[in-house]
Structure formats: C-alpha cells, structure tokens
C-alpha cells in the first residue's frame, strides 16, 4: 500500500515536471523558429522582403491584436525549421515607437534584419494627395541614418541585457538600382567604413560589446526595377546567401 505522504510528494511534483517539460518545448521551438525583427524607415522595402524570405503574400500578413507590430509570418523549411518575422512599421510615429519597444523590450526577438536602401527608398504621398513623389537622395539618407540612431539604441539595450548573443544583419535594398556600385555601397554601410553609418555601428557594437552582437551586411533585391540589369537569376542569389547567413546565425545549419 502507498504511503500518503509520498503520494502527496508525487503529486507536488506534478506541476514542477509539467513546468520544466514546457520550458524544454518552448526552448526547442524557439531555437527551430527564432523571432527576427524586421526594422527601417519607410519605403526601403521591408515588406517585401518578409514575403520573399516568408514565401507568403502580403495579405496573408496582419497586425496581432493589440500589438503595435505590423506583421507575424513564419518561414519553414523541409526540417521544420524557420523564422518568425516580426517587421516594425516605418513611420516616425508612436506606433513605430511603441513596436520597437515591442520586439526589443517587451518581448525581446533573437535577431534583427534592419533595412537600408542607399537612398533609394520609395517615395510615399501624404493622404489624401495624388500623383508622383519626388524623394532628394540626400535627404533620403539623412532620414535613414536618423531612423537607425533611434533603433541602434534599444538593440544595444537589448543586447546588454540577453545572457545569449544577438544577431543583427544589415540588408541593403534595391541593389537593382546601382547595379555596378553594389560593392561600394555595402562597405559603406559596414562597422569601420569611416562613414557616418557605419560609425553608428561602431558605436553599437561598443556599447552592446562584441561577443554580445555579430554584424553582418548583405546587399538583396527583392523587386527588379524596369531596365535593371540584374537579372532574376542574381536576384535569387542574394536572398539565398541571406537566408543562408540567417540560418548559420540561428544555427540552423
């Protein structure tokens, strides 16, 4: 017959097994499917992006309840294996703001692939306007710069505070559009260029420290524009080589 008191001490330990069950699912399905947050100033071609490396179309890409981040998407590959994107509305308003702190304080993500376009981000009207957007390259990067000083702050805060190195992936878009000068304008945007970005990334990897954050910086080309010369063949190929490093980094491979 059963001692009750080891039967009780059978049933308090329940609830511990049932705990450390669930933290060893969670910890495998955050490690099959690692959150990424997907940030950058408007018109540089987040969303875009998401649906090539999600193979999903936009519609299938809406905001969660409550929740100041634009879209959720999951990528799996034959493995079971992928990434939750979770990318941050451009715009300089609360609600950009208020998604940052989202994916890097209230719900810390794994990585980050911040988007830049050299300049060349797609014009948007103001509502209830029509017709064409002229964007001044210049002022173009000037807004981009100001845009990552504002989210390099809080990958730096997040990264301090993670026991585990976070990632971040510089993507240059529309490399369709100075085809001849892509590896230039990569360098440009790299920690050590003596430019004013890759200044900023100087700066970041100095607070986060560097075995708290890796760097990298991938140029891609979700759309060809008329009259590009990269052709679909090389577009392919820059987001296989991104997806490539984003599965090292999550060690997926």
């Known amino acids: 017959m059963t001692d009750p008191r080891q039967r009780r001490s059978g049933l308090r330990a329940v609830p511990a097994a049932i705990g450390r069950g669930r933290d060893r699912l969670t910890g495998v399905f955050q490690h099959r499917y690692p959150t990424v947050a997907v940030t950058g100033m408007t ?73 830049v376009a050299n300049g060349c981000a797609t014009g948007r009207r103001t509502a209830g306007t029509t017709g064409a957007v002229e ?25 301090v505070r993670r026991a585990k190195p976070t990632w971040l992936v510089v993507v240059v878009t529309k490399v369709d559009l100075y085809p001849d000068d892509v590896d230039a304008v990569v360098r440009s945007y790299s920690p050590g260029s003596g430019t004013p970005f890759g200044d900023r990334l100087d700066e970041l990897r100095a607070l986060a420290g560097g075995a708290k954050l890796s760097i990298d910086v991938l140029p891609v080309c979700s759309h060809l524009s008329p009259g590009s010369t990269i052709k679909p063949k090389q577009r392919d190929a820059y987001l296989a080589a991104l997806e490539a490093r984003m599965g090292q980094l999550a060690g997926h491979v």
């Open 43 to 115: 018109g540089v071609g987040k969303s875009e992006l998401v649906e090539h490396l999600s193979g999903r179309p936009r519609a299938e890409g809406v905001p969660e309840a409550g929740s100041a981040v634009m879209e959720r998407r999951v990528r799996r590959d034959p493995r079971l294996r992928g990434f939750r994107f979770r990318v941050v509305p451009g715009e300089n308003a609360a609600t950009r703001l208020g998604a940052l702190d989202e994916v890097f304080h209230d719900d810390p993500v794994d990585g980050v692939l911040h988007v």
């Open 135 to 159: 964007a001044d390259r210049e002022e173009q990067l000037a807004r981009e710069l100001e845009d990552w000083t504002v989210t390099a702050h809080r990958i730096a805060s997040m990264a």
